[in-house]
């Protein structure tokens, strides 16, 4: 009997803890979590999505920006929050890179997140933290899927201008170099065509696809991948020269809602960039996971959270690497 008790004790010991190592689930092998500052900031994803909301509520169009900047920075050193830096010393901003130079925004709404939470969690919450449970609350605001986000990243001391202009894929890349670039980054075809689906909310500017319209090969010929009615509504406002900050949505059909109907224009032959209508002309499962999501929001929601959390965990600073930034835009002094 005895015997019997203490296997009991045992057995509901082994239980009581085994909540606990579940809740504790790292992913990508970098100790990131989803409960790290349960106990440090408690609230701080209602403070995140607070402002986050205020901000979408004023702006729509924020919801985009503010997923986009969780993308560039990602791809650029890992995510560590390296695009919020300004320019200071001997950092040189990312601000200024080709993709982001008079397209990157938000980063006023970023500003007010931290402010906040260092109100609430002073040193506590990292930047980076901050941009990847944004950028999950952007997409959930806009009608998208909600996954959990694995929080412990830490934020770098420096920012990679170099970095920024070449491994963010470009608007008018091949889908090779697209592809290339994922793959530096870890992530795969499937994480690539998934991930241009936050395409279905957001702009573009005109000079991002211009050369589609009038010299896609540099013949002087047009991109005739581009349906032609299309392409002679957006030539109205996107001329041969000027107007290279006219803004034009990438998913005309829904342009504020997150939905699968972004693919569903890749079919007609409507993707706005060159970066979204390859995914239909240049490789036969890139042009099949296309069909797939078209055809079935579900599966595309479900990709689409999984590849956020994948590319969440490029190269995070982790445990003492890094900082807590007091302030996004600059390291802290000591």
Not at 3 to 13: A, D, P
Not at 194 to 214: D, E, K
Not at 248 to 272: R, T, V
Request: charged letters at 20%; glycine letters at 6%; a neutral charge.
């Amino acid at each position: 009997m005895a015997q019997f008790m203490s296997y009991l004790i045992v057995l509901m010991s082994l239980l009581a803890i085994a909540p606990m190592c579940l809740a504790r689930k790292t992913y990508g092998g970098y100790g990131l979590y989803p409960q790290f500052y349960d106990h440090s900031c408690p609230h701080v994803e209602d403070i995140v999505n607070s402002v986050v909301a205020k901000a979408v509520a004023k702006e729509p169009r924020m919801a985009a920006s503010l997923l986009r900047l969780h993308f560039h920075d990602c791809f650029v050193q890992g995510c560590d929050a390296s695009l919020l830096l300004d320019s200071s010393g001997s950092i040189v901003s990312e601000k200024g890179s080709n993709p982001n130079r008079n397209s990157a925004r938000g980063f006023e709404v970023l500003d007010e997140i931290k402010a906040e939470v260092e109100k609430a969690c002073p040193n506590t919450v990292s930047c980076a933290d901050i941009l990847a449970l944004t950028a999950r609350d952007s997409t959930v605001l806009a009608g998208g899927p909600y996954w959990e986000v694995p929080l412990g990243r830490r934020d770098s001391r420096g920012a990679s201008l170099s970095g920024s202009n070449n491994e963010i894929p470009a608007p008018n890349s091949t889908f090779q170099s697209i592809l290339t670039k994922f793959k530096r980054q870890g992530l795969d075809i499937v994480d690539l065509v998934a991930l241009s689906g936050s395409h279905t909310i957001g702009n573009a500017r005109c000079t991002s696809f211009r050369q589609r319209l009038y010299n896609q090969a540099g013949n002087g010929q047009p991109d005739y991948t581009l349906e032609q009615s299309y392409a002679t509504e957006l030539r109205t406002r996107c001329p041969r020269s000027g107007g290279d900050q006219n803004l034009f949505f990438l998913d005309y059909e829904s342009p504020y809602k997150f939905d699968n109907s972004y693919y569903k224009n890749i079919l007609a032959c409507k993707g706005l960039l060159n970066s979204d209508q390859v995914l239909l002309t240049k490789d036969e499962q890139s042009m099949e996971l296309v069909k797939q999501y078209a055809a079935n929001t579900k599966l595309f929601f479900q990709h689409f959270a999984n590849s956020m959390v994948k590319m969440g965990n490029i190269s995070p600073l982790t445990g003492s690497t890094g900082e807590i930034r007091k302030n996004c835009r600059m390291i802290n002094s000591y």
